[in-house]
Structure formats: structure tokens, C-alpha cells
């Protein structure tokens, strides 16, 4: 499966954005797609990620209430919500498929089989 991330851009702080993320094809099976954030120098870090079936949600506590994942079955398409954005937001963004992942191990970006190539997100101050 091939992801394709968009939607990144330059915002002010306190500004929104919505990133997107298209697979080539429907995966049937039971899934999780993540997204994760990688800053200049940092290591790459997990932001949200939903399962599916279920649709059960999982965010870091620094997004908590701010971004909202969800999925559109009909466009194969993940989306992540981002509101009242602040710089330490700045990074480029990566969503990832994962095909069997418990739940302990969905935070892990070794648990995905599948990357998209990330879109930039910088929010100035």
C-alpha cells in the first residue's frame, strides 16, 4: 500500500491546518493508521493514530484536545486536524500504515509496514 501525505504549510500560532492521507487502496483487513512528527535534530515522535475497525483514537497528552484524527472509508483517506497550533509544532509529518498492531505497540513507529513521504507543517510564533 502507498500513502500519500499533503495539506502542510505555513500558519501563524493559534492557526489550523488539515493534513491529509490517501492509500493507494482499501485495506480490508484489520488496521491502524498513524500519524507521526519529526523535528530538525529530534527523533521521530508518534502524534495520533487510529484503528480500524472500531475507530478507537490514540493521541501523545501534547495534542490532547488541539488535533483529531479520523477516516473517510469511501476515499481511503486518514485526516488529522490540527488546531490552535503552536511552534513547537514545527516538524514534518508522516502517516503510516500498520496491518497488526497491538495496542501497547501502536505509539512505535517500528510497528508500521507502510510510510508516506511527509509534508512540512512550520507555525511561526
Known amino acids: 500500500v502507498q500513502l500519500q501525505a499533503s495539506g502542510g504549510g505555513l500558519v501563524q500560532a493559534g492557526g489550523s491546518l488539515r493534513l491529509s492521507c490517501a492509500a493507494s487502496?482499501?485495506?480490508?483487513?484489520?488496521?491502524?493508521m498513524g500519524w507521526f512528527r519529526q523535528a530538525p535534530g529530534k527523533e521521530r515522535e508518534f502524534v495520533a493514530a487510529i484503528r480500524w475497525p472500531g475507530g478507537t483514537t490514540y493521541y501523545t497528552d501534547s495534542v490532547k484536545g488541539r488535533f483529531a484524527i479520523s477516516r473517510d472509508n469511501a476515499k481511503n483517506t486518514v485526516y488529522l486536524q490540527m488546531n490552535s497550533l503552536n511552534p513547537g509544532d514545527t516538524a514534518v509529518y508522516y502517516c503510516a500504515l500498520g496491518l497488526r498492531i497491538i495496542t501497547s505497540a501502536i505509539r512505535r513507529p517500528l510497528s508500521y509496514d507502510s510510510w508516506g513521504q511527509g509534508t512540512q507543517v512550520t507555525v511561526s510564533s
Open positions: 487502496r482499501r485495506t480490508f483487513s484489520g488496521y491502524a
